[in-house]
């Protein structure tokens, strides 16, 4: 499962075989503006992503 969390929060079905960064882009996302958290541990645009994993695009924001 893919969730992003942010302004426009969402959750689609994950794509066995493909990498943070492949789906980043699939989803029209900046991997600069998000985090990424692969089964609750950060993970890098090059990670692999099975259907069982729980995949999370947290939003970068700062303000004070």
């Given at each position: 499962?893919?969730?992003?969390?942010?302004?426009?929060?969402?959750?689609?079905?994950?794509?066995a075989?493909?990498?943070?960064?492949?789906?980043?882009?699939?989803?029209g996302?900046?991997?600069?503006?998000?985090?990424s958290?692969?089964?609750?541990?950060?993970?890098?645009?090059?990670?692999?992503?099975?259907?069982?994993?729980?995949?999370?695009?947290?939003?970068?924001?700062?303000?004070?």
């Open positions: 499962m893919i969730k992003i969390i942010g302004r426009n929060g969402t959750e689609i079905k994950a794509s075989g493909k990498t943070v960064g492949e789906i980043a882009s699939t989803l996302l900046k991997t600069e503006k998000f985090v958290v692969k089964n609750g541990v950060p993970c890098t645009s090059d990670s692999q992503v099975s259907e069982n994993d729980d995949l999370v695009f947290l939003e970068v924001f700062s303000g004070g």
